[in-house]
Nanobody, 123 residues
Framework: QVQVVESGGGLVQAGGSLRLSCTAS????????MGWFRQAPGKEREVVSC????????YYADSVKGRFTIIRDDAKNTLYLQMNNLKPDDTAVYYC????????????????WGQGTLVTVSS
């Protein structure tokens, strides 16, 4: 059974940093594309960043480009999202998801989702 678990959310002031972590089990992590997504109150879920299984391909939403970095550590079956210079608009529940076949900035064809971790950025 595939299981994805996020951690690292919390309350931070604008301009601050947080690092989210995501561990995945029940799959071959090194062969799996991974991604971070978020859903703000009253808004639809959106793609934040994703990374191919090789790590050679990455995508960032325009709203986070230059501030967020996606990192995968295959030895630890862990995906990270380093978030710097956080803004109040980054407030959302952040989700990690695994995609066994293919990769890319889409909410479709994802095989497993985590339960989400809340990030709140105060102004």
């Amino acid at each position: 059974q595939v299981q994805v678990v996020e951690s690292g959310g919390g309350l931070v002031q604008a301009g601050g940093s947080l690092r989210l972590s995501c561990t995945a089990s029940g799959l071959t992590f090194a062969d799996t594309a991974m991604g971070w997504f978020r859903q703000a109150p009253g808004k639809e879920r959106e793609v934040v960043s994703c990374i191919s299984f090789t790590g050679r391909n990455t995508y960032y939403a325009d709203s986070v480009k230059g501030r967020f970095t996606i990192i995968r550590d295959d030895a630890k079956n862990t995906l990270y999202l380093q978030m710097n210079n956080l803004k109040p608009d980054d407030t959302a529940v952040y989700y990690c998801a695994a995609r066994v076949a293919g990769w890319g900035p889409t909410l479709r064809n994802l095989d497993a989702w985590g339960q989400g971790t809340l990030v709140t950025v105060s102004s």
